[in-house]
C-alpha cells in the first residue's frame, strides 16, 4: 500500500473499488488548520469525475499499469481487435475505453493501451491526430478561403465532421481525435 504522498499527476489507483486516475493533485495547508491532499480523479470506465481530500498519511492502493502499442485492425461488434506488433497477439478492447474518438480513427492505427496487472486493459489511448479521406460533401466555390465558414462532411469512417467550405470530396484531411476537428488539408 502506498500513501497519498506517493501519488503524482496520472497515477492510477482504486478508489471505493472502482480504477480512477488521478488528473489533479494539490497539496494545501490552510492557515493553522492540518495540512490535506485535494485529489481530482477520473474514473477510468464511465469517464465521471471524482473530487476527495486525504490526509498526508491515508493509505490508497496504487496499481501497477503497464502501457503498450497496439494496433487497431478492424470492428467486432461492441469492441475492436486490436494486435501487438512485436507478439502478434490480439486482445478485444471495448470501443468504450475509446470514448468518442472510436468514431474518427481508422483501421492501421497504432493505440496506446494501459494494462491493470498486464491482463486487463483499463484505458486506450489513440493519436493526438489521424489522416483521413472525405468521402461526401457539397462542393465548394472558388474563392471561399477568406471567412472561417463550416460546412458538414462525412469522413471514410463514417462520422458526420465540420470541415472549411474549400474541401472538396475526396480530399485527404488532418483531424482531431479527441472531438473531429479540423485541423489541416493534406496533400
Do not use: W
Request: aromatic content about 8%; overall charge negative.
Amino acid at each position: 500500500m502506498a500513501t497519498v504522498s506517493d501519488l503524482n499527476k496520472g497515477s492510477f489507483i482504486r478508489y471505493n473499488g472502482e480504477v480512477v486516475q488521478v488528473e489533479e493533485m494539490q497539496h494545501r495547508t490552510p492557515g493553522n488548520l492540518r495540512a490535506f491532499y485535494q485529489l481530482k480523479m477520473r474514473n477510468v470506465r464511465n469517464g465521471k469525475i471524482v473530487e476527495n481530500r486525504f490526509r498526508p498519511g491515508d493509505a490508497v492502493e496504487q496499481l501497477r499499469v503497464e502501457t503498450k502499442e497496439y494496433q487497431y485492425l478492424y470492428q467486432d461488434g461492441e469492441s475492436l481487435v486490436c494486435m501487438d506488433n512485436q507478439t502478434f497477439e490480439q486482445i478485444y478492447l471495448d470501443k468504450v475505453l475509446l470514448g468518442d474518438s472510436v468514431n474518427y480513427i481508422k483501421e492501421g492505427v497504432t493505440l496506446l493501451i494501459a494494462f491493470e496487472n498486464g491482463v486487463q486493459p483499463i484505458t486506450a489511448e489513440p493519436p493526438a491526430h489521424v489522416v483521413v479521406n472525405v468521402t461526401y460533401t457539397e462542393p465548394g466555390l472558388q474563392g471561399d478561403t477568406a471567412t472561417r465558414t463550416l460546412k458538414a462532411a462525412t469522413i471514410e469512417t463514417g462520422a458526420e465532421i465540420r470541415v472549411p467550405l474549400f474541401v472538396n470530396t475526396g480530399d485527404n484531411i488532418k483531424i482531431k481525435t479527441v472531438n473531429g476537428e479540423y485541423v489541416e488539408r493534406v496533400k
